[in-house]
């Protein structure tokens, strides 16, 4: 199955549907886009957005990932954990040699606990 990266870009929030309520969401993806500690990528698949996902990069090899879920992502739970993992994985792992990486979870949202298990946090 084909799916798409690229880098952000302003004229791609226009048609982004969030999966949650996000008041400040545009403006900060504008700046998030400008920064430049940050990376990211708008994954695509079947032709429809996906997730947006970023990297705080902090200090070499140390940084913080993100994404912000479309409403797709409900159609492709499958796709959008392979995804995450390869990119993990792979490019940051990989490629950009990172020795640590975290995010956040709310402490309610079990689904994401397990989310985060899947793909080697702890």
């Known amino acids: 199955m084909a799916v798409k990266l690229k880098h952000l870009e ?3 929030l226009d048609n982004f549907q969030l999966k949650f309520h996000y008041p400040t969401f545009r403006e900060d993806m504008l700046s998030s ?3 430049p500690n940050r990376e ?3 994954v695509q698949s079947k032709g429809q957005d996906l ?3 970023g990297i705080n990069y902090y200090h070499p090899g140390v940084g913080e990932l993100w994404l912000i879920p479309s409403v797709n992502v ?5 796709m959008t954990l392979q995804v995450t993992k390869t990119m993990i ?3 940051l792992f990989g490629e950009r040699e990172m020795r640590r990486l975290f995010f956040y979870i ?3 949202w079990v689904a994401g606990h397990k989310w985060a298990r899947y793909l080697g946090f702890t």
């Not at 409900?74 to 499958?78: A, R, S, V």
């Open 40 to 42: 990211v990528i708008l």
């Open 51 to 53: 997730i947006i996902l």
């Open 74 to 78: 409900l159609k492709q739970p499958k």
């Open 106 to 108: 709310k402490n309610s």
């Open 89 to 91: 994985d792979g490019c």
């Open 10 to 12: 302003p004229s791609d």
């Open 33 to 35: 886009i400008e920064q």
